[in-house]
Every structure is written in structure tokens, then in C-alpha cells.
């Protein structure tokens, strides 16, 4: 898909997509289980929330939000010493490109993001579905994050690290967080630069041409 409409079915559509599938099929189906989406209490404004989702019900198909209120990070400590996801959990943005023996490619951000979050509950050399066993510093700095409050930015993500010891991580992290915002002002003042620019090129042309009118 086009990453502009990615987006767009993130933030509108999202689970009027996923739901529709399941709420149309009422002989297969009696519940739909969202997960929480791990922000946490307050969940973030995007196309699906659970005051909206649950108006996709219907007197066949009950549509529900499972524990809407932990963080993604409360998820990866519920799985932390869960046997059966030690060699089985796939996260990978990359998926059907990965070979069959290796479901994650421990590089991309959300291998990263979500390894990091094992080192947090001291769970990652458990994980064999990583081939890492631990995340440095450099991993995270090599990662591209799409905006300021992502997952891993999280606090209660950095107070857990915190709490383990890995201040490195959460130096990093925080190197992270400072060096997107710097971008995302740079942009900002460009694209005003650039509007200003091209408001003063309208007005200079509009007042050649009215000088050479009344010439």
C-alpha cells in the first residue's frame, strides 16, 4: 500500500477493516476480541478506540476491547515467562521475506522495540525467536522512529529499563527521542520558509501586474 494510505486506514478505518470480515460472518463468529492497542488508560485518537469499536456490534457478532488499558509494555511483561512464545513469537516488519527457521529479523524497529521491552522484565535470552540476546545502544541508535511517541519512547518502558539498570538503553532512547524532535522542527520551519516564500512570490507578482495595468 501507498504510506499515505497506510495512514489514512490507521488513523480513519482501522477497525471498521477488521471488523468487517468477522461481523459478516455471523455463523462463524460470536465474539471479536480487540487487544489493546498499548497506549496505555488513555488510548490514542486513531480509527479504532473502545467507545467507538463497540458500535460495530450486532445481535449476532458481539465486538469487545480486551484490557484496553495496558501499555504494550505491561504485554511483552505478560508473555515474558510464557513458555510457548519463547521460540514461536514473530514481531517482524519484514514476515513473509524472513526464512521459515527464523521469524524475526532483529533489526527493524519493532524487533527492536519489543526486544527492548524483553530486556526490560530480564526475559530476552529466553527468546529464541531472536537471534540477539540482548540489545545495545548502537541497535537503537541504527533504527528509524516515524515519530515522537512511539512505543518504545515510552516512560513506562524507560522507568522499567531504568529500574534494571540499563541506563544505556535509556540514554539512547532518549538521544532518540531528542534527534526526531530536532527533525520534526526542521521540517516545520521549512515548509514555513517555503510557505512564506511562496506568498511573497504571489504578492510580487500580483503587484507587477497591477503597476504594468495602470501603466
Not at 13 to 18: D, H, P, T
Not at 47 to 66: E, I, K, Q
Not at 145 to 169: E, K, Q
Amino acid at each position: 500500500l501507498d504510506p499515505r494510505s497506510r495512514r489514512s486506514f490507521y488513523d480513519v478505518g482501522n477497525s471498521a477493516g477488521y471488523l468487517a470480515p468477522l461481523v459478516a460472518s455471523p455463523g462463524y463468529v460470536t465474539d471479536a476480541l480487540i487487544a489493546s492497542a498499548g497506549d496505555g488508560p488513555v488510548p490514542g485518537a486513531h480509527g479504532s478506540h473502545p467507545m467507538l469499536d463497540v458500535h460495530y456490534s450486532t445481535s449476532a457478532v458481539r465486538v469487545h476491547h480486551v484490557q484496553p488499558q495496558l501499555t504494550r509494555n505491561e504485554k511483552v511483561g505478560m508473555i515474558a515467562d510464557w513458555e510457548p512464545a519463547f521460540d514461536t513469537l514473530q514481531v517482524c516488519f519484514e514476515g513473509p521475506d524472513l526464512p521459515a527457521d527464523k521469524p524475526n529479523c532483529g533489526t527493524c524497529e519493532k524487533c527492536v522495540r519489543t526486544m527492548t521491552g524483553l530486556v526490560s522484565w530480564n526475559a530476552l535470552p529466553r527468546f529464541t525467536a531472536f537471534e540477539q540476546d540482548d540489545v545495545t545502544p548502537e541497535m537503537i541508535e541504527a533504527i528509524w522512529i516515524r515519530h515522537a511517541n512511539v512505543y518504545i519512547t515510552r516512560p513506562d518502558l524507560l522507568a522499567r529499563l531504568g529500574s534494571v539498570g540499563r541506563h544505556d538503553l535509556v540514554r539512547a532512547i532518549q538521544a532518540q527521542i531528542k534527534r526526531k524532535k530536532e527533525t520534526l522542527w526542521a521540517r516545520r520551519r521549512r515548509k514555513y520558509r517555503e510557505s512564506i516564500t511562496k506568498r511573497l512570490g504571489f504578492l510580487k507578482d500580483r503587484t507587477t501586474r497591477s503597476m504594468r495595468g495602470q501603466a
